[in-house]
């Protein structure tokens, strides 16, 4: 379904497809109109959270500096079909993005593009496992506030964590204990916590044990693999975040392999750094994002790197045929 947006330079479009388990999953798209887009962003959600709404505002900022976005809302989320909130398998949520993310870049229109991830929170967790899942195939990465690492705060005791990993063995779909409000603790603006709430496609309530225990298990390895990070990324991190943990943004700066590698920390900001803050430090975060993506889309424009995206592309294409 095509929709044109009150901003008459942007063609947004929705749709869904179906994953190999049979699962409806919701995307959309947010395109230049009649301008050939500078490269293509992918949005990776926080948990929870979806993408048509909560995201959009980020999405048209982007494409009104030229650059084509593309969502999907993971399974149990959003518009998708599936269990409410529930993660059954983290990996799960890493193929179908890069089933659906690699199938955008196949496209005729979009090859030899350069193509990004952008990382919200646990979307984050999500842009570093798609990198490890094709470590050539991204010119690089946004990740805001990844969930490198869950905060101390947010995480029961250990004895607390061992005993609810057996329960969740046994009933993976209950709804945990943990009673924090993450909406409150996450977004500064009164005005945005309210939106969210009144979001239907939006969670609200505790993760179920198994979700608890993938989002623990995900945000351990990741910790432990920072240096196994190759590709250029920008982290932008809030240094009042209560949900994820500043320092270990500051570890995967200083850990990742990646020559190119940039870190931003925002004195008294939050958590939800591209809608969830005051309107003149939304602004300063996505000045930084856009000179980071303008430097490297302009350092890459030149026909040779062009032509060298379009080779790789056509050799990625031919190994997957031949997989099939």
Request: with cysteine; glycine share 6%; net charge neutral.
């Amino acid at each position: 379904m095509a929709l044109v947006l009150a901003n008459e330079n942007i063609n947004y479009e929705e749709s869904f497809i179906t994953t190999s388990q049979g699962l409806k999953l919701f995307s959309c798209k947010w395109i230049p109109m009649n301008k050939e887009p500078k490269a293509l962003i992918f949005i990776c959600h926080g948990y929870a959270m979806e993408c048509s709404i909560t995201m959009s505002s980020t999405a048209i900022r982007l494409v009104t500096e030229g650059f084509a976005v593309y969502g999907i809302d993971y399974q149990g989320h959003g518009k998708s079909t599936g269990l409410v909130a529930y993660i059954e398998n983290f990996d799960d949520i890493v193929n179908d993005c890069n089933d659906y993310f690699t199938s955008v870049c196949e496209k005729e229109e979009n090859r030899g593009k350069m193509r990004y991830l952008l990382g919200e929170s646990m979307g984050g967790a999500v842009a570093l496992l798609l990198h490890r899942k094709m470590p050539d195939f991204w010119t690089g990465s946004i990740l805001v506030a990844p969930m490198c690492k869950i905060a101390d705060d947010m995480k029961p005791p250990a004895p607390v964590t061992f005993i609810l990993k057996g329960i969740a063995w046994l009933v993976p779909t209950w709804k945990s204990l943990i009673k924090k409000d993450i909406v409150q603790i996450a977004f500064k603006e009164p005005e945005i916590r309210q939106e969210i709430r009144k979001n239907p496609y939006c969670y609200k309530g505790p993760p179920r044990l198994k979700t608890a225990s993938e989002l623990l298990r995900v945000s351990l390895d990741i910790e432990q693999t920072l240096n196994e990070v190759t590709l250029p990324f920008i982290v932008l991190h809030g240094e009042d975040d209560k949900v994820t943990d500043p320092q270990v943004s500051k570890q995967l700066f200083n850990a990742a392999s990646s020559k190119d590698k940039t870190l931003k920390l925002y004195p008294g900001m939050w958590h939800g750094l591209l809608y969830g803050e005051p309107l003149e430090n939304i602004n300063i975060v996505f000045s930084d994002s856009i000179r980071w993506l303008e430097d490297r889309t302009n350092l890459g424009d030149s026909r040779l790197e062009t032509q060298k995206k379009v080779e790789y592309d056509n050799l990625y294409l031919n190994r997957k045929k031949n997989k099939l």
